[in-house]
């Protein structure tokens, strides 16, 4: 089936964002998301309270974290337990080791923690080419660059409030099962905007 994955929202678990648990169901609907990353700064108590709240049958729900290292963001995709650590090559091979997917974010947005061309040197499983929260020439580079290293893409909004949900997303066949979803990302899926491919 269709999976519209948007694969990057904060909650307001994260310390920069606002989005409470009621308003990311609405943003669900109005967007037409059938499935949903909670990527939370350096925390999973996000993705712990919409698995716990029961307002998201029918969505699937991966979980996700963004964690802060000394050498930019990533997300690990698929881990409800995910490492934690400073060191980015300590994060990429524990999450790795336990079938974990780790994603670059927003690589070349030198305004945040991004990975920039260190990506290059890191065993990266998806780069984000298309960022809601990115400029055009931004994203453009990150597509660039992955279709250059030959990684496949994923699309996120970033979302951080409300009215970000669904900016961007992730377009795939897979069943609407965690499990599923992330097997089909390994592949590589199609990154839009709510304003058309990207």
Known sequence: MKILLDAHIH???SHDATITISQLREGIASSGLNAI?????DNMEGYKRVKSSGLFRGIAVVPGIEVTTDSGHVIILGLEDPPL??????????AHAIGGLVVAPH???FTRQSLGDGC???SIDLVETLNGKCNAATNRLAKEYAGYMKIPAVGGSDAHERKEIGSAFTLL??????ESILEALRKG???FSRQGRL
């Open 11 to 13: 909650t307001n678990s």
């Open 37 to 41: 990353a909670i990527t939370d700064h």
């Open 85 to 94: 650590s400073k060191d980015v090559r300590d994060v990429i091979d524990r």
């Open 107 to 109: 690589p070349f947005d």
């Open 120 to 122: 290059g040197s890191l």
């Open 173 to 178: 066949e897979a069943e609407k099962e965690p």
């Open 189 to 191: 899926g199609k990154a």
